[in-house]
């Protein structure tokens, strides 16, 4: 398994393009033997300290392998859309990690 952390940065004012691609990529996931475990808005009282800036959304996501991933990240109907994620996202922090 793997498993991928990605803090996202949305641009002000582009949240309902941030949406939009979502609603196109979070399905795509299953298809490539992944899974949306979580799917955070954190607000800001749910923050108990931070050195970053608080992110838009926090994603957790597994899938069973690595190859799987890069299938993902390489769908031709989610890359159909990349440009809403262009549109709308500042940017990210994702981590990669295996369950201990």
């Known amino acids: ?18 949406h939009q691609f979502e609603d196109i990529a979070i399905p795509i996931i299953s298809k490539y033997n992944g899974q949306l475990l979580l799917r955070i808005r954190p607000s800001e009282s749910a923050i108990i300290e931070h050195t970053i800036d608080q992110p838009y959304e926090i994603h957790f996501v597994e899938f069973e392998s690595e190859n799987d991933f890069t ?8 890359n159909r859309f990349l ?3 262009e549109q709308s996202i500042k940017s990210t922090i994702l981590v ?3 369950r201990l």
């Open 83 to 85: 440009h809403l994620k």
């Open 71 to 78: 299938n993902f990240m390489h769908d031709e109907e989610r």
């Open 96 to 98: 990669k990690g295996t």
């Open 1 to 18: 398994m793997v498993f991928i952390t990605q803090l996202i940065y949305v641009k002000e004012g582009e949240e309902a393009v941030f």
